[in-house]
């Protein structure tokens, strides 16, 4: 009988998704306890690497995945979702964002994910992509705290996850970038080799690969491979 609390860490840009789904999670299963905690994928990454007791680890990218992998603390991650990018701007556009080009101009307050983190790292790749020589005023830990910088109104535009422009509602504004369908961001779960729970640990993946769990990220704005 699966019991006992199931510790995860997930990206930041999971957040809202992994908060439904272990509620649910916790209703079909009443003596479990889901305990999640967000951030920058690399510095979770960090802690796990470092010792941390942890069931379950979901990546926004598979570079992150692989460190924990390569430190042989788990094997066979999955990728569970996709996700791509988009510019972020306050709502009613202020400053007049039309596309990636305006990541250029100096006048104005641009946030952008350190490159050490998924969402940095892929906007960079889509900055080059684009031929676009940013230039960022703040370099953010990870993807809610680039939003939460436009939400505020502190920067004109960010570059954050299409997932994270619909969590945060009428705050912000989304607008597409047609090159960000060839950076696309797979996000792989995986159980720990060191599991201080892993057979509740494995009964939550197994549920977010439901039919359930996979209508709850589609809503949020996610892709499903």
Do not use: W
Not at 20 to 45: C, I, K, P, T, W
Not at 198 to 209: E, K, M, S, T, V
Request: glycine share 6%.
């Amino acid at each position: 009988m699966t019991s006992g609390t199931v510790t995860v860490l997930a990206a930041a840009s999971l957040t809202d998704v992994i908060d439904v789904l272990a509620e649910r999670f916790e209703d079909a299963n009443a003596d479990v306890d889901v305990v999640a905690s967000y951030g920058g994928s690399s510095a979770l990454a960090e802690q796990i690497v470092s010792g941390a007791p942890v069931d379950v680890f979901f990546s926004a990218n598979e570079a992150t995945m692989q460190s924990v992998v390569d430190a042989g603390l788990a094997a066979d991650p999955e990728v569970l979702v996709t996700n791509t990018l988009q510019i972020a701007v306050p709502a009613g556009n202020p400053a007049g964002i039309t596309g990636l080009a305006d990541f250029a101009r100096p006048e104005l307050t641009i946030a952008l994910c350190d490159t050490a983190v998924p969402c940095g790292a892929a906007a960079q790749s889509l900055l080059d992509l684009a031929g676009v020589q940013a230039q960022p005023d703040t370099l953010e830990e990870d993807v809610r705290a680039a939003l939460t910088k436009v939400s505020l109104g502190e920067a004109d535009a960010a570059l954050v996850y299409v997932t994270d422009v619909v969590a945060v509602g009428s705050a912000v504004e989304g607008i597409d970038v047609p090159e960000a369908q060839q950076v696309i961001n797979n996000y792989p779960v995986a159980l720990l080799a060191e599991a201080p729970n892993p057979d509740a640990g494995q009964a939550f993946i197994d549920y977010l690969r439901s039919d359930e769990a996979r209508q709850v990220f589609e809503h949020a704005g996610f892709a499903t491979p």
